[in-house]
């Protein structure tokens, strides 16, 4: 017990450290709860991709159909694009199961339930134990982690992550600038890494329970907290629109949204696929609600020449993306494309394609209304 005898500098300090613990045990309580109730979306849609009883009903159109009707019910953050990303959470991290309390297993689908006696012992190169996950690490660290698919990279960011309290921003910034690669590379590792946590920006437990993930999961709805994918969303549905209202020979067939392609052995998804009759080509549109960066465009031309490729056909023309980034202050349009020898088509399709300016004006309108 604490020692009564306050004075007035002791009452602030007393109740500032109250503050601050109550406000990181809810943090790791909500978060933990999230994590795990992705994690078990993930394992039933695993089951039901094993032994539904009508899944051929549904193939390749099952997390569409899925996702159409959990919006229904209202059930928050289960978009297409967020189900395949809990199917990819659950495959990564099985192990999560021992993670588990009494309760929670009692949730499990059927076929899941004996996966506990099924998994292999830890190894060193497991990374870090499946429960320190859990607990340490928000959700939104999870998904940076789990997409890598080395599983020797990933356990490197899980206990590098882990080891100097990451915030998310952090965790992408350290992963975008290659710590992992840089430090294979360097002779002395454990200098580099003592010298990268030294500057890192660590994570605040009010920051995280802000996240709007954990948002949208307590069902709290407010423009200052509206997710990235909701906003992105609204704004993909308005520049569908806006695309092919243009006219003048702007005249698409819309082909579809959050199109999932293979690319290796990961699935990537472009926000927009539209084939345009006069340029008689595919158009790929990326919408991303950051900064522009060089990985934005060059994830952009590996969508480009994976549809230059694999997609065109006989009398086709070479596909073009469109490249839309912003910082919800500024926008940016780029265009990609990819494998473009011959200047004439370059000029033919900056002609028919929508003017970067127009493009700009038009996203950060339709910002301004989201977010006012």
């Not at 309580?29 to 094993?50: C, K």
């Not at 990451?166 to 454990?190: C, D, H, M, P």
């Amino acid at each position: 017990m604490k020692n009564t005898n306050l004075d007035f500098k002791k009452l602030i300090a007393s109740i500032h450290q109250v503050h601050d613990e109550l406000t990181a045990q809810a943090s790791r309580a909500v978060n933990v709860s999230l994590t795990l109730r992705n994690w078990l979306i993930g394992a039933y849609i695993a089951e039901y991709e094993l032994n539904g009883a009508d899944r051929a009903e549904y193939g390749e159109s099952l997390l569409s159909h899925l996702s159409e009707e959990l919006e229904r019910l209202p059930i928050r953050s289960c978009g297409k694009r967020q189900l395949y990303q809990y199917l990819l959470f659950y495959r990564t991290y099985p192990e999560i199961v021992r993670s588990l309390n009494a309760q929670l297993q009692l949730l499990l689908p059927q076929g899941v339930e004996s996966l506990n006696a099924k998994l292999r012992s830890p190894t060193t190169l497991s990374g870090v134990p499946s429960e320190k996950l859990v607990n340490r690490l928000a959700y939104t660290h999870l998904e940076q982690i789990f997409t890598i698919a080395d599983e020797t990279k990933r356990a490197f960011y899980e206990m590098e992550c882990v080891r100097g309290g990451w915030s998310v921003r952090e965790l992408k910034r350290q992963i975008g600038a290659l710590f992992y690669e840089r430090t294979g590379l360097s002779l002395n590792k454990g200098a580099l890494s003592e010298l990268t946590q030294q500057s890192t920006e660590k994570s605040e437990p009010a920051l995280m329970i802000r996240d709007p993930y954990v948002f949208e999961f307590l069902g709290l709805n407010s423009a200052e907290v509206m997710s990235e994918s909701h906003l992105e969303d609204q704004l993909t549905d308005r520049l569908q629109d806006f695309l092919q209202e243009m006219g003048h020979g702007f005249c698409f067939d819309f082909e579809a949204r959050q199109k999932r392609i293979l690319i290796g052995d990961e699935y990537n998804f472009v926000d927009l696929v539209f084939y345009h009759r006069v340029l008689k080509c595919h158009v790929l549109v990326d919408l991303k609600l950051e900064p522009f960066n060089h990985e934005n465009v060059g994830q952009l031309n590996t969508y480009v020449s994976w549809y230059r490729k694999n997609m065109m056909t006989e009398g086709d023309n070479p596909p073009v993306g469109i490249l839309l980034c912003t910082d919800k202050n500024h926008v940016l349009a780029e265009y990609a494309l990819a494998g473009m020898d011959n200047s004439l088509f370059v000029s033919k399709y900056q002609l028919e394609l929508p003017d970067k300016e127009a493009m700009q004006n038009f996203v950060e309108e339709q910002l301004k209304k989201e977010t006012e």
